[in-house]
């Protein structure tokens, strides 16, 4: 279907999940991953854009499956690593008021904080669902339970974003460098 437009964007999310990756071993599935390289490489019809973005944790798995060559950029997300950081995640996605932001600054304001941005939305879409009172406090809780308040010593758990841009012509692309 992503044909049938001028212009289309499609998102692999999770690509190794997809694969049925499993690093004990390790072993995937060579039929998806087979089928995802033919319809990657797949130069969309004349006249229509295509944007692709895939996402992965493992991007050392993509690589060793020789997958990263389908895709023309490759963009390191790095985890949410301040409060500050947490803060202005939480002002541009727009889930919560003013004052509820306001309670959450005075939680993680000046500390150290560990968080993929997958994982900050679930989190915020959980206390959503919380009556309005106690919907900060939810929040609170389930960031101190992920551990997220509690920085590794090593990063883990980052995301990469994968663009496919090849059929977009002089697409401008900042902070996006070539690896």
């Given at each position: 279907?992503?044909?049938?437009?001028?212009?289309?964007?499609v998102?692999?999310?999770?690509?190794?999940?997809?694969?049925?990756?499993?690093?004990?071993?390790?072993?995937?599935?060579?039929l998806?991953?087979?089928?995802?390289?033919?319809?990657?490489?797949?130069?969309?019809?004349?006249?229509?854009?295509?944007?692709?973005?895939?996402?992965?944790?493992?991007?050392?798995?993509?690589?060793?499956?020789?997958m990263?060559?389908?895709?023309?950029?490759?963009?390191?997300?790095?985890?949410?690593?301040?409060?500050?950081?947490?803060?202005?995640?939480?002002?541009?996605?727009?889930?919560?008021?003013?004052?509820?932001?306001?309670?959450?600054?005075?939680?993680?304001?000046?500390?150290?904080?560990?968080?993929?941005?997958?994982?900050?939305?679930?989190?915020?879409?959980?206390?959503?669902?919380?009556?309005?009172?106690?919907?900060?406090?939810?929040?609170?809780?389930?960031?101190?339970?992920?551990?997220?308040?509690?920085?590794?010593?090593?990063?883990?758990?980052?995301?990469?974003?994968?663009?496919?841009?090849?059929?977009?012509?002089?697409l401008p692309?900042?902070?996006?460098?070539?690896?």
């Amino acid at each position: 279907d992503a044909y049938k437009s001028q212009l289309s964007c499609v998102v692999v999310d999770d690509i190794e999940r997809l694969l049925d990756y499993v690093p004990i071993g390790p072993r995937f599935s060579n039929l998806v991953l087979q089928a995802l390289l033919v319809l990657l490489k797949k130069a969309p019809p004349q006249g229509r854009k295509l944007l692709i973005i895939g996402t992965t944790s493992r991007k050392d798995v993509l690589q060793e499956m020789e997958m990263l060559n389908a895709f023309s950029t490759t963009i390191h997300v790095p985890n949410i690593a301040t409060g500050e950081q947490l803060l202005e995640a939480l002002e541009l996605l727009g889930n919560f008021k003013d004052k509820e932001r306001t309670t959450i600054a005075q939680q993680v304001k000046g500390k150290k904080v560990w968080i993929g941005i997958k994982k900050l939305l679930m989190l915020i879409e959980m206390s959503l669902q919380m009556d309005p009172e106690y919907r900060v406090r939810k929040f609170l809780a389930l960031l101190r339970e992920e551990g997220a308040s509690e920085r590794p010593s090593k990063e883990v758990g980052c995301t990469v974003g994968l663009l496919s841009l090849s059929c977009f012509a002089k697409l401008p692309c900042h902070n996006a460098g070539k690896t």
